[in-house]
């Protein structure tokens, strides 16, 4: 079965501090995938997807398919990041299905 | 409110009451999702509809009942739930279609089952 890891459950960072949110999938085939983010007391919305190759919110994530990779990377964290953020792939059917990581805390500090 | 809205935000619910959790989306998407959101586990897929017709029944219990009347709406019947059921429901839709694989979520419903 597809399965997205990410391993940290939290990140703790201060502002100004690069950070990395790693993320590992399992499928062997042409994978799409996703980021989310979830800021406090809002609702789960894309951040970006592998396909676009788009930077938003100054944050970039690059397909690794020889070590099937998916870090969210930003190179100057701001405390705005504070978030959960979820890694997610779509499944090999028709169905559009997501299945999605775990799940990382990121916590910027002043 | 734009996107998908859901109703009620909150939701507290006896194990013996009959209750349903609702999504609606105007934004042309012709596939609804249901998803569960517990504490210390990843995003769970709970159901899929496509065109209004269910494709997908991720192993959940019966006690938990999907409508889909048009493209627009879906819900979520709930009854004889157990504590373990408190979690955030959170319903999604998507543009089926090539390149269209993007989500769009609703804030949730926070369901807590005494």
């Known amino acids: 079965a597809q399965r997205v890891t990410q391993p940290e459950k939290l990140l703790s960072v201060f502002k100004g501090a690069p950070v990395e949110l790693k993320c590992n999938y399992s499928?062997?085939?042409?994978?799409?995938l996703f980021w989310y983010v979830q800021y406090s007391r809002q609702r789960l919305q894309l951040l970006l997807r592998?396909?676009s190759r788009e930077s938003i919110k100054g944050f970039t994530a690059d397909l690794n398919k020889g070590e099937t990779s998916f870090h969210l990377k930003k190179p100057f964290a701001q405390e705005e990041d504070s978030a959960m953020y979820y890694c997610?792939?779509?499944?090999?059917?028709?169905?559009?299905?997501?299945?999605f990581g775990q799940g990382t805390t990121l916590q910027v500090k002043p | 409110e734009t996107g998908v809205t859901q109703t009620p935000r909150h939701l507290v619910m006896g194990m013996t009451n009959k209750k349903s959790l609702k999504c609606e989306q105007h934004?042309?998407?012709?596939?609804m999702y249901w998803y569960k959101q517990s504490a210390k586990k990843p995003l769970e897929l709970m159901f899929v509809?496509?065109?209004?017709?269910?494709?997908e029944n991720n192993s959940v219990p019966s006690r938990f009942s999907p409508e889909c009347p048009n493209s627009s709406h879906l819900f979520l019947h709930l009854h004889t739930l157990q504590p373990e059921d408190s979690a955030l429901y959170l319903c999604?839709?998507?543009?089926?279609?090539?390149?269209?694989?993007?989500?769009?979520f609703g804030a949730g419903s926070r369901l807590t089952v005494l």
């Open positions: 999604a839709s998507r543009k089926e279609g090539p390149g269209a694989n993007v989500l769009t």
């Open positions: 499928y062997s085939g042409s994978p799409e």
């Open positions: 592998h396909i």
């Open positions: 997610a792939q779509r499944e090999a059917s028709n169905t559009g299905k997501l299945i």
């Open positions: 934004l042309g998407h012709n596939a």
């Open positions: 509809y496509s065109l209004e017709e269910r494709v």
